[in-house]
Nanobody
Framework: QVQLVESGGGLVQTGGSLRLSCAASGRTFSSSNMGWFRQAPGKERDVVAAIRWSGGATYYADSVKGRFTISRDNAKNTVYLQMNSLKPEDTAVYYC????????????????????WGQGTQVTVSS
């Protein structure tokens, strides 16, 4: 019942910025923790950031802390990832994901805890 569609990816120079958006379907969006993951060629899919269903607690991978910001607008059924000071190492396909459970008071960071995934959007940072 949950469908996710990412947008906002593209090509940017080192030090530039991008904002990714993830549009979700259904009224259940506001009850779901949301996460952003990324996967580069030959690498595992790793968590980038996550946000609690209430928009409170957030989590960031050490590699993006201080540069990326996750936020959500439940009225628009949308979660965002603002990416600043981009580096070539950030080049990857970025995926939006929704928690498999509702109203969790913890923010999972494992991909196994997320049941719904978008198709991904490519982010390429030129050196």
């Amino acid at each position: 019942q949950v469908q996710l569609v990412e947008s906002g990816g593209g090509l940017v120079q080192t030090g530039g910025s991008l904002r990714l958006s993830c549009a979700a379907s259904g009224r259940t969006f506001s009850s779901s923790n949301m996460g952003w993951f990324r996967q580069a060629p030959g690498k595992e899919r790793d968590v980038v950031a996550a946000i609690r269903w209430s928009g409170g607690a957030t989590y960031y991978a050490d590699s993006v802390k201080g540069r990326f910001t996750i936020s959500r607008d439940n009225a628009k059924n949308t979660v965002y990832l603002q990416m600043n000071s981009l580096k070539p190492e950030d080049t990857a396909v970025y995926y939006c994901a929704a928690d498999r459970l509702n109203f969790r008071v913890v923010t999972p960071t494992s991909s196994y805890e997320y049941a719904y995934w978008g198709q991904g959007t490519q982010v390429t940072v030129s050196s």
